[in-house]
């Protein structure tokens, strides 16, 4: 499937600040077999006096930049050109039980190895809730990928997506314990789920293509940025990646940007600034299909 991708961050400060730095991860993976990025644009204004392009340590493309002087805003502009290949569907692994032996037996410290997905991490720490919520919705005779499906479907089924229950800072322990979130909250509390019951779990963000109601037209702006679940299933399986938002296996709707341990490694803005006052921020997303 062909995307175009328009993404449009902007930020207005009450006051200007008087310098900034920022990091952001906006542009999309490319990822042989399954994502190319055919090509990719990404437009700061005003123009940064300083520009640095990069990959972290999980493969994801990142772009440091800053200000030396004063700004009363800034605007972020990614235009992109993605070829998705097709996913999901069915993945035969490992039973449940005999999963802790094929993680035994990995030897790979790179940035795919299960064996960095495995602990608590600052945005989806250990919870013993969680754990014992996983625990009810498994048994010991599924494979690590219907574990992976049952959990999801479980959160999918409990939880309420709700815009405003929940901030970008929101502790994954208290969104569970309201059962409402955003698909952020979600992915965290899947997340720590999977790790609870030693299923090597990460954090995925990226694009989703939304469909407008039957016959009505499209909106300019209204697709979004998304986040959901990556887990490895075994040696033979590796990775999958699960919607829980959506209850649905990844597919050609999901544009991958960031791979990560959680929100914290693969935000797509962080920054500092400063500046006196408040701000006002607005984003607008086009997923675009170009095939027929």
Known sequence: ????????ITYDYHHPAA??????????????GRQRLVAGLLEISPAPEERWDAMDFFGNATTSFGFRGAHDSIALRVTARVDRASGGGSAPSVRLRDLPADIARVRDLGPGSPLHFLAGSPRAPLDSSMIAYAA????????????????GLA????????STATTVDTPAAEAFAARRGVCQDFSHIMIASLRGIGI?????????RTRPPKGKPRLEGADAMHAWVRAWCGADTGWIEYDPTNAVLVDTNHIVVAYGRDDFDVSPVKGMLRVSGGQTTDQ?????????
């Open 1 to 8: 499937m062909n995307y175009k991708i328009v993404l449009r």
């Open 155 to 162: 959160l999918h089924r409990d939880m309420k997506f709700d």
């Open 19 to 32: 310098a900034g730095r920022h990091l952001v991860r906006l542009m999309p993976a490319d990822l042989p």
């Open 284 to 292: 607008a997303v086009d997923v675009i299909p170009l095939d027929p």
């Open 200 to 208: 090597p779990a990460g954090y995925v963000s990226g694009f989703l």
């Open 136 to 151: 009810t919705a498994i048994n010991d005779s599924m494979t690590a990928f219907e574990a992976v499906r049952a959990i």
